[in-house]
């Protein structure tokens, strides 16, 4: 049997950081201990934190990969390689790659990337090329046309577990400010003022016409499935009340503070963006993470449009003011994420558990990772 023990470190555990030793067998923590070891072939941490690797349910990162510059369609399987060492990188051991269903962009070549992507990352799991568990998350824009057929022909591949359900449309959630809809777009997309018009009453009269029906269709699918279900952007008691009837597991990102306390009261785990706590507040103009560690009303974290803000978030949250405690801010981004979608071998420090770990040192209060193991083996 394949043995490591690693001594030595701070371990974060479910409620407190102890000083110990770690020991995985064949890619399975197998024990812990509050003494150091004496085996000459420990590992030591000299010190540093062991932590268990981050879980991320939604990050856009992948599609930089596949598509680096407008119109720039990258070689797939060392895109999907190239993200996938990003993810180790930045300590994400379980990753729920996001890719986007319905673009509102009709030359966009996200639509064109979709299943390209979807099966990418399903061969280089199935090859053992990749370094970290990868699994899919599929958006579903539910304004657009097409949302639903193109959600139907991807709803049974073997890798996704999570699905979401958007609408951008303008005046409402992300973009209740029509004036900040039009000044994202149309910048977006290089529009005159009377394409942004044109786009906006489609983009309206596509919502009226197909957002209840595609979400209600969706939902219905994911519940025969088993697949874990997530709302986005709710920013009224009406959108979180909808939200409940469909089931929804996760509340990504409410844009406002009585979405946020409403989700987290119906038992969806709230979600919010680990670069609005690194950055200080939502760019969109958003309520921000630190108001609701504040409300204590924060569960997950993601690195949503940046892996590595994921780690530093973390440590962030643990040294806000009243704030969350190291172990209850690392389970924001490790076992809540992964309880949300079901996965209950992971997440933790514990017996029994996939051996997922992060090395993290401190410098100059700045986490900094040194190693990282998934199921066992160090991917970085």
């Known amino acids: 049997m394949s043995e490591q023990i690693l001594t030595h470190a701070r371990l974060v555990l479910d409620d407190e950081v102890v000083s110990g030793s770690l020991v995985i067998r064949d890619g399975m923590i197998v024990g812990i201990d509050t003494a150091p070891s004496q085996l000459s072939a420990a590992i030591d941490c000299d010190g540093d934190y062991l932590l ?54 009709k030359d966009g070549m996200r639509h064109l990337a979709l299943h390209e992507m979807c099966t990418a990352i399903g061969d280089i799991v199935d090859d053992g090329l990749a370094r970290v568990d990868h699994r899919l998350h599929l958006r579903c824009e539910v304004s657009q046309p097409e949302t639903l057929r193109r959600f139907q022909e991807l709803a049974d591949l073997p890798l996704l577990g999570l699905v979401s359900l958007m609408d951008h449309a303008p005046g409402q959630r992300q973009f209740a ?60 008691l009406e959108h979180v009340a909808e ?52 409300l204590d009303v924060l569960d997950i974290l993601s690195s949503d449009y940046y892996p590595a803000a994921l780690l530093d978030a973390v440590f ?20 809540q994420p992964a309880e949300a979608v079901g996965l209950t071998d992971r997440g933790r420090l514990a017996p029994g558990l996939r051996a997922d770990l992060l090395r993290v040192r401190l410098i100059d209060g700045h986490p900094m990772l040194q190693r990282a193991w998934s199921r066992g083996r160090q991917v970085h």
């Not at 510059?69 to 790659?97: C, E, K, N, Y």
């Not at 969109?284 to 504040?294: F, H, M, P, Q």
């Not at 962030?316 to 076992?335: C, D, H, I, K, N």
Request: charged fraction near 25%; aromatic fraction near 8%; hydrophobic fraction near 40%.
């Open 52 to 105: 268990p690797g981050l879980v991320e349910l939604h990050t856009d990162n992948m599609e930089k990969y596949f598509q680096p510059r407008p119109r720039v369609a990258w070689p797939s399987r060392q895109a999907a390689l190239a993200h996938d060492a990003q993810m180790a990188a930045s300590g994400i051991t379980t990753v729920f790659d996001a890719v986007s269903i319905g673009d509102v962009n």
């Open 177 to 236: 400010s029509f004036d900040a809809y039009r000044t994202y777009y149309q910048g977006k997309y290089g529009l005159d003022d009377a394409e942004l018009e044109a786009f906006v009453a489609e983009q309206l009269a596509n919502s009226r016409r197909y957002s209840a029906e595609h979400r209600q269709a969706i939902a219905g699918e994911c519940h025969k499935r088993g697949l874990a279900l997530a709302s986005h952007d709710d920013a009224t």
């Open 243 to 294: 939200s409940r009837e469909y089931g929804t597991r996760v509340a990504e990102f409410p844009t406002t503070r009585e979405a946020a306390e409403a989700s987290h009261r119906a038992g969806m785990a709230v979600m919010m963006g680990a670069p609005n706590v690194v950055r200080g507040g939502s760019h969109s103009g958003n309520i921000a993470a630190a108001t609701l560690v504040e």
């Open 316 to 335: 962030r949250v643990a040294r806000m003011e009243g704030g969350y405690t190291l172990p209850r801010a690392v389970a924001t981004a490790a076992r």
